[in-house]
């Protein structure tokens, strides 16, 4: 993992996730300290935002994000050069250790909730409400998956490699918490030491390591749940219905961070790459810095037309440099005038490949004529929200024709009937 | 570029915006176009070989004509798209396949010109039509050209010179020994036999008291030319159907790069390999009757299969191969799903057998594929897949 350097000025939005904004709690001119309360959550499903850094609240105005736009922010200046350095971050464990047994999900939903944790998942939630929804639902299987959710993210690689001991923590906590029956790790097999060495770490604990091929989209939850455990998941339902709790790997070190030492979440480890990035590599980023700060930083190889905040999948592309980081960035691609390619839509030739590879069995050309004839009530009987949206449609169609846009687009528009 | 050249930052409102996905793995429709013309090439070479320069007179004539009458058509429509022609070169170098190389020239032209014209440009182009064009373009030189297209006689080139002979005159073969052995003076280029195809459709002359399995013994005895044979191709035939090794490599080929699906061939082979145990033959006894006999994949002689190596003559025979593996896997006249993909290759099996077994037609792979493309919309209806968490539900289109 790289360093990266406390940048001049923060924008903390209060919207980091899929949900409403948070509450500001500060004033203008006030000196906050590193993780210190400065948003609210106000109303269900809205999220604490702490001070990424020690500073001084010089302003409060809007700023863009990946997914947002003119989102409520606060402007904080750094004052404190940020202590990215790991060795000073472990010598902060407080002394409060918890047991290895945490049996009541509330107070684990809580203290994730203080801390302002989301899923990291993809639409991003609350894990406060997600652990909560978990329990109310009497789920008894947990999934954590470690598969990159694309085949561009690297960070899970990175933490299993780093924190097997807050991972297993951590999954213990889940385990007694919601009286689980069994903890599934999802690993990615073609890195057979590092299964086998989580195999051995695990003998004796309820998680139980399945090794998985890491073919894109393995890692997503849909396809998880049916994989591992066989069960797929009914039409327009999520994982937690048919009684699986799944947990993207992040979630863990983020959790144990949490409870042990306080530490909200303020930063996130982004996968910085693509072809016009001269130093990529993995950094700890601060919620709040902005892209150009980034752009400074890992600086350029080739000049930039395209900046990717997410995946080369499902991520969202970042339409000015002064938006920042939130809570959602899990890597950032910079794309070159060459790798960025315009797709020149053809007639549909009717190869077949898109309703072959689609993991849900669509038929995004079917949906695609749904869009483009203006007449989404039809596409109910083609059940578009089976889709994961994981853009493979689109990959494989020789047309080149914006199937998976389309496909998101219906979902937008068609009320879940099923 | 060096080090220490330092890239600005991209302009305040030069970033692209737009929705995900930004990967794309495909590159557009060309490279499509581009493998059947390299599957298509070795089939091409291959009749180079076996045929010489006539193969590549026909070729000529046919992507010329092809390509002419594409580029006209996009041009009195003007409606250019950059890969049409890509796709009429594909359909100039698979209709020269399916022809035998002593055709005149008139046949290329009529019958290029008719599958570009009806077969490719005015359903719309690639993607909207239902019937191959290359079989378009065939049966209809079938249907006018019947004697040029399946000639009683077909040519191949002898030993010594291939690939450089004439294919001219020629000596007959009346019974066949192997290509390779038999006794012609040096001066002959050209060796003149009836392809095994001919003789599998044909009722098979035999007396009343024959049994099964000898009279199979006297076909693949006295009548067809030793099986190995009709692998390299030295049997005759069209310029793409007669080496059936050339077929199989330009099949792998499609396997591999995913546009022939295994459902299909699997289904195809299969469905044919048991159609033709099952399937009465013909028979023409010496008093002019016609009888049939059934099974005759089943029948041994003085302990052995020969009803097997009957069957494997109608695999190689003629153009199954070359209408299963480079002309049925076309993107655009076949089914959707691996699912549908089976079932094609079924009809294209059965159909194929059904016609020249017990109807006697020639060329009945052609006919197979058309009857098979027609039945598309039927098997994509049909075929849908299953959709993620729903059960005995299907989407409705």
């Not at chain 1, 978990?134 to 947990?142: E, N, Q, T």
């Not at chain 1, 949906?367 to 949206?389: M, N, Q, T, W, Y």
């Amino acid at each position: 993992m790289l360093d990266f350097p406390s940048p001049a000025v923060l924008w903390v939005p209060m919207i980091q996730h899929d949900g409403p904004a948070g509450c500001m709690v500060v004033d203008v001119g006030r000196e906050v300290e590193r993780g210190e309360l400065i948003g609210e959550a106000a109303e269900a499903g809205s999220l604490n935002v702490h001070a990424p850094l020690t500073g001084r609240i010089a302003g409060i105005g809007h700023v863009d994000t990946a997914r947002a736009f003119d989102v409520p922010a606060i402007q904080l200046e750094p004052t404190e050069s940020k202590g990215v350095d790991e060795g000073a971050r472990e010598t902060r464990v407080s002394s409060s250790t918890l047991p290895d047994e945490l049996k009541d999900i509330e107070l684990l939903a809580d203290l994730a909730d203080g801390a302002g944790l989301t899923d990291f998942g993809l639409p991003t939630v609350g894990l406060g409400d997600k652990l909560r929804r978990a329990a109310s639902k009497g789920v008894r299987d947990i999934i954590i998956n470690t598969i990159p959710a694309e085949p561009t993210l690297l960070v899970t690689k990175l933490l299993l490699a780093k924190y097997l001991d807050d991972i297993i923590k951590a999954t213990q906590w889940l385990y007694s918490a919601l009286d689980a029956r069994r903890v599934w790790l999802a690993m990615d097999r073609s890195d057979a030491r590092q299964v086998t060495g989580y195999r051995s770490a695990t003998s004796g604990t309820p998680i139980r390591v399945v090794g998985l091929s890491n073919k894109y989209p393995q890692g997503s939850p849909t396809l998880l749940t049916k994989v591992v455990l066989g069960r797929e998941i009914p039409y327009g339902q999520s994982p937690i219905d048919v009684g699986v709790l799944v947990l993207e790997l992040e979630v863990l070190p983020a959790l144990v961070s949490a409870v042990r030492r306080n530490e909200p979440m303020v930063d996130r480890i982004v996968t910085v790459g693509g072809p016009a990035a001269k130093r990529p590599g993995n950094y700890r980023i601060c919620v709040g810095t902005r892209y150009a700060d980034i752009l400074g930083y890992v600086g350029l190889s080739h000049s930039v037309v395209r900046i990717i905040d997410g995946g080369l999948m499902k991520g969202a592309s970042v339409k000015s440099l002064d938006a920042v980081v939130t809570k959602q960035t899990s890597s950032i691609m910079l794309l070159d005038q060459d790798t960025d390619r315009i797709p020149n839509p053809g007639p549909c030739i009717h190869c077949g490949w898109c309703q072959e590879d689609c993991p849900a069995g669509l038929d995004p050309m079917a949906l695609l004529d749904v869009v483009e004839r203006g007449c989404p009530s039809e596409a109910k009987s083609l059940f578009p929200h089976a889709c994961i949206e994981c853009g493979l449609c689109s990959y494989v169609c020789p047309a080149e024709l914006p199937l998976t846009e389309a496909v998101v687009e219906i979902k937008q528009k068609v009320s879940l009937d099923v | 570029m060096s080090d220490n050249q330092v890239i600005p930052l991209p302009e305040p409102g030069s970033l692209r915006s737009g929705a995900s996905p930004y990967w794309r793995g495909v590159p557009g429709v060309v490279p499509i176009a581009a493998t059947f013309l390299l599957a298509a090439s070795i089939v091409i070479i291959s009749g180079l070989i076996l045929f010489g320069w006539n193969t590549l007179r026909v070729l000529a004539i046919s992507v010329a004509v092809a390509l002419l009458v594409e580029s006209t058509f996009s041009l009195l429509t003007r409606r250019t798209r950059s890969w049409s022609e890509a796709y009429a070169l594909l359909v100039g170098v698979l209709f020269a396949c399916t022809l035998p190389p002593t055709v005149n020239w008139h046949v290329p032209v009529v019958g290029a010109a008719f599958a570009i014209m009806l077969g490719q440009v005015l359903p719309g182009g690639v993607g909207n039509y239902i019937w191959h064009p290359v079989v378009l373009g065939r049966i209809a030189v079938q249907i006018l050209f019947h004697d040029q297209v399946t000639p009683k006689w077909s040519s191949v080139l002898a030993p010594g010179h291939l690939l450089w002979g004439n294919l001219d005159g020629g000596q007959e073969l009346s019974t066949l020994g192997s290509w390779g052995s038999y006794p012609v003076s040096q001066d002959v280029q050209t060796l003149l036999s009836v392809p095994p195809a001919e003789h599998l459709r044909l009722p098979i002359i035999t007396e009343s008291g024959v049994s099964n399995g000898e009279m199979i013994a006297g076909l693949v005895r006295d009548i067809l030319p030793p099986w190995p044979d009709t692998l390299f191709g030295v049997v005759g035939g069209g310029i793409g159907e007669a080496c059936v090794i050339a077929v199989i490599v330009a099949g792998l080929l499609l396997l591999w790069r995913g546009f022939l699906r295994w459902p299909m061939v699997v289904a195809a082979i299969v469905s044919a390999v048991v159609l033709t145990a099952m399937l009465p033959v013909r028979i023409l006894l010496a008093d002019g009757t016609m009888a049939t006999r059934w099974f005759p994949g089943l029948a041994g002689w003085e302990g052995l299969p020969v009803g097997l190596v009957y069957v494997c003559y109608h695999l190689t025979a003629g153009e199954f191969l070359l209408v299963l593996l480079l002309l049925a896997p076309d993107p655009s006249s076949s089914p959707l799903t691996s699912r549908g993909h089976a079932w094609f290759g079924f009809i294209i099996g059965v159909v194929t057998i059904m016609l020249r077994v017990l109807m006697g037609m020639p060329a009945s792979g052609y006919w197979a594929l058309i009857i098979a493309n027609t039945m598309v919309g039927v098997i994509n209806r049909t075929t849908k897949r299953r959709i993620f968490g729903t059960w005995r539900v299907k989407p409705v289109y």
